[in-house]
């Protein structure tokens, strides 16, 4: 007879080494059943120890992300990006430290339809990813996706899903290809609180730790599913627990600081780079404006907004880091400065390109002639 | 008195199978749930257990025979002093009526051999041929392309160490190990949606549903993410995906498992959907779907998987798609189908052509790209059409195709288009009423006179 097609692990992660003081795994989980392992290792070492260098380019990349945003708000209000368009402003910190820890170009990485900062993040021409917004020819899906069907297979991002949570297991096939390839990727499939509670997010989760695909799960929990706060959707609200079932670890990570989060990635990375299969890892975030431009918000407080604003804000945060650090005013002003002017050009760029030309209306239907 | 042992039906669609090994001798002493006999069916090898004490007489059918039809006596058991009480022998499958089970209604033998194709017949003149069933044809494909191509790879349920549920997947373990070939948890959104990304990925996945019908629960990753996703990228996003398997009414096996999808993934653009009846067919057409940069629905169909035809014998025998195959020349009228419509309409062809009737019959094979030419060509010359299609009636392929000559072969009709398919009802389990929903011959042979004013 054949071998089984896949044993089933049996072999534990290798602890991570802890420091003595750290306290014991919880005497609930096995022995051999490491869940909270990486938990550990990254509340022993919370932040990442960046260089003033690297954290002046995470803020770039944040603030990149809010203006873009932000034009990307005004332009749907003066009726030049149509449709469903989905903002990130507030949840800067988690794409660009998460993304921070990948190798780019090697390890994949998809996401759902809230994607124009994770495309930011990956270092894509704001240009091309705002003419896509207005629906033009030289947008980066030549106008056919638009807000939530944006890719760029060189710089291995995957998209922009527009089904909530059918990037779950998509990304755990380009998982699954990594592993098939043997070419050592990981991918980081990334969705929301809302998507945590699709069945096809499960049928991932056990897929993936049975076979132990090199991937990291990525919940933004970032409170509301659309308009349904956390609690009112959902039954377990701690997000990283919901891989116990399927053994995989799970890490609670501070999704407001770009520094926790990539101190966190890299935790994860390690252990998933090692063979150990998947991790979850929920980024606690929080989203400023509505689910969509659509959005009135009538379900949460303008003062819970503007907490989470004046109080625990990413920008605001790695700023402060930043002049402790000693970096200058006139530094950071500089880079906001050249992010404005670079957003004012992507806006140009997309205003002014023209619409697709009618062809194009049937082209890329299928790929070969029959 | 003796109690005969009768070859069991071990699956609703089997008709015969094959007597692999005896497990007992004649005296031996067996007692119920002791294993006689491994009897393999189209699909697995069982194991055959006695039902009633008693001693083993004779053993009437030799090991190893093969094509032992169902109700053949087998061996006999002497009921150990106890009068022979009539018993039911098949532990397994509990059949009332082993003998002429309603089975064979649904799945008549094989209908004559096409009597011209001269379409589209990419075979080479003086090639030899194979006699090959569709099942095995379709597992040929999946290994040439493996051997082929490192990025190909099958996942389902069950197709690795069960050798398939239906058996397509027999040997592929074997050869090319656990990495290529994966059975999957019960858990078709997610295995399809992994398969997906994995071809977005890079690879050429072929996704096995156990049938269609549980591909229900995956559709969205078939239309979402496989068909759409190359258009709303602008071309960057390739996804060469086949998803495969039986399609389609078996043999009563109720409602849920008993329905023709190709109307519904014919209906997406960006998929392509292929629906081959005979062994070169799903041979060719399974080869060339593997290789298309496309997402490929291959529908396939429990009824034909044991039906023997011939396959060229050559090293790498692929069809196009998008081409439609005359299957047999005819003058009077066109029948267009598909699947094992296919057999139905070659076999009233047969049985019109005794009447003076000669039927053109035209097998589409591929259902999404439409060859459209080779329908309205074939109308031109016969002025007349059926369609045959083993599925519901309301928005099926056969309206489509209704639709299409309405459009553009108006002028050549003689006579209003008429479609022949399953009853508007979901399918039912009884054997009568079964027979009584789905399309069949006489069905075929009345609607081609109707049209020909006969």
């Known amino acids: 007879m054949a071998q089984p097609a896949k044993p089933r692990a049996t072999k534990a992660p290798k602890p991570k080494a802890a420091p003595a003081a750290a306290p014991a795994p919880a005497l609930e989980d096995e022995a051999t059943f490491a869940l909270r392992s990486l938990q550990q290792t990254h509340a022993n070492n919370k932040r990442y120890d960046a260089s003033d260098e690297e954290l002046l380019h995470f803020y770039e990349q944040m603030v990149l992300i809010r203006r873009f945003e932000e034009k990307a708000g005004q332009l749907y209000g003066l009726g030049l990006i149509g449709g469903f368009c989905h903002l990130y402003i507030g949840q800067e910190a988690v794409a660009v430290g998460l993304q921070s820890a990948l190798k780019e170009g090697h390890d994949s990485v998809i996401t759902g339809y809230r994607d124009h900062g994770h495309m930011l993040a990956y270092g894509i021409d704001p240009k091309v990813i705002m003419a896509e917004l207005t629906g033009r020819g030289a947008g980066i899906s030549r106008g056919k996706g638009g807000s939530m069907h944006m890719f760029s297979t060189d710089h291995k991002f995957y998209g922009g899903h527009g089904i909530v949570g059918a990037q779950v297991p998509l990304g755990a096939g380009l998982a699954f290809a990594h592993k098939y390839r043997g070419d050592g990727g990981v991918c980081m499939a990334y969705f929301g609180d809302g998507a945590a509670n699709q069945g096809q997010v499960y049928e991932t989760f056990n897929m993936a730790a049975l076979w132990q695909l090199p991937i990291v799960f ?105 002049l402790r650090r000693g970096v200058s005013e006139d530094a950071i002003k500089a880079i906001d400065k050249k992010v404005r002017q670079a957003v004012a050009e992507a806006a140009d760029f997309a205003e002014s390109s023209p619409e697709p030309a009618p062809a194009e209306l049937y082209t890329d239907v299928l790929v070969g002639t029959y | 008195m003796a109690i005969d042992l009768k070859m069991p039906a071990l699956s609703p669609t089997m008709e015969e199978g094959t007597l692999a090994k005896w497990l007992v001798k004649p005296g031996d002493t067996v007692k119920s749930g002791d294993i006689i006999a491994e009897i393999e069916t189209d699909k697995a090898t069982m194991e055959f257990e006695a039902v009633d004490e008693g001693v083993i007489g004779e053993l009437k059918v030799a090991e190893g025979t093969e094509g032992v039809k169902v109700g053949t006596v087998i061996a006999t058991i002497s009921g150990d002093d106890e009068p022979a009480a009539p018993a039911p022998v098949a532990a397994p499958a509990q ?9 064979v209604a649904a799945a008549p033998p094989p209908p004559p051999a096409p009597v011209a194709a001269p379409a589209a017949a990419s075979v080479p003149a003086g090639a030899a041929m194979v006699a090959t069933t569709v099942r095995e044809a379709l597992r040929d494909a999946m290994a040439e392309e493996m051997r082929a191509d490192d990025r190909v790879f099958v996942m389902g349920e069950e197709v690795a160490e069960y050798q398939g549920a239906y058996k397509v997947t ?44 549980f591909a229900m629960q995956a559709i969205d990753h078939i239309i979402n993410s496989a068909a759409k996703t190359n258009y709303m990228s602008g071309g960057q996003m390739r996804c060469p995906i086949v998803f495969r398997g039986p399609n389609g009414a078996a043999s009563r096996v109720g409602a849920q498992h008993s329905q023709n999808y190709a109307p519904w993934y014919a209906s997406v653009p960006g998929l392509i959907v292929i629906a081959p009846y005979d062994a070169a067919d799903a041979k ?66 047969e049985k019109l052509a005794a009447e003076g009737i000669e039927a053109e019959v035209i097998d589409l094979r591929t259902i999404r790209p439409l060859d459209k030419a080779a329908v309205l060509e074939s ?52 054997a009568n009423l079964e027979k009584l929903a789905l399309v069949d011959t006489a069905r075929v042979i009345s609607a081609v006179k109707k049209v020909c004013y006969r």
């Open chain 2, 95 to 103: 059949a009332p009526a082993p003998a002429p089970a309603p089975v």
């Open chain 2, 379 to 430: 109308l031109a010359r016969t002025n007349r059409m059926v369609v045959v299609e083993e599925g519901f009636p309301v928005c099926s392929v056969a309206s489509e195709i209704i639709s299409v000559v309405m459009e553009e072969g108006f002028d050549y009709l003689d006579a209003p288009v008429l479609r022949v398919c399953n009853e508007d009802v979901p399918l039912p389990y009884a």
């Open chain 1, 218 to 322: 990525v919940v933004e929990n970032n409170g509301y599913a659309m308009g349904t706060a956390v609690k009112r959707g959902s039954a377990e609200t701690h997000f990283h627990r919901r891989g116990t079932g399927f053994r995989i670890p799970g890490m609670d990570v501070n999704g407001m600081d770009v520094l926790e989060v990539r101190a966190a990635a890299e935790v994860a990375l390690e252990y998933v780079r090692a063979g150990n299969g998947p991790v979850l890892m929920e980024l606690n975030t929080y989203r400023y404006r509505g689910h969509s431009m659509s959005d009135p918000a009538k379900y949460r407080s303008r003062e819970e907004v503007q907490e989470m604003r004046d109080h625990h804000d990413p920008i605001e945060g790695a700023k402060q880091d930043l």
């Open chain 2, 170 to 213: 027999q040997g592929l373990l074997e050869e090319f190990g656990p990495r290529r070939v994966i059975d999957t948890p019960i858990t078709e959104y997610g295995f399809a949606g992994i398969g997906t990304g994995a071809a977005m990925g890079g690879l050429r996945p072929v996704i096995e549903f156990m049938t269609f019908n």
């Open chain 2, 284 to 349: 060719g057409l399974l080869k060339s779907a593997i290789r298309s940069p496309d997402p490929v629905v291959f529908l396939e169909n429990e009824l034909v998987y044991g039906r023997t035809f011939d396959v060229p014998a050559l090293d790498d025998y692929t069809v196009p798609i998008g081409k439609a195959r005359t299957m047999r020349a005819g003058r009077d009228v066109t029948i267009v189908t598909y699947s094992i419509g296919v057999g139905l309409a070659l076999e009233a062809a």
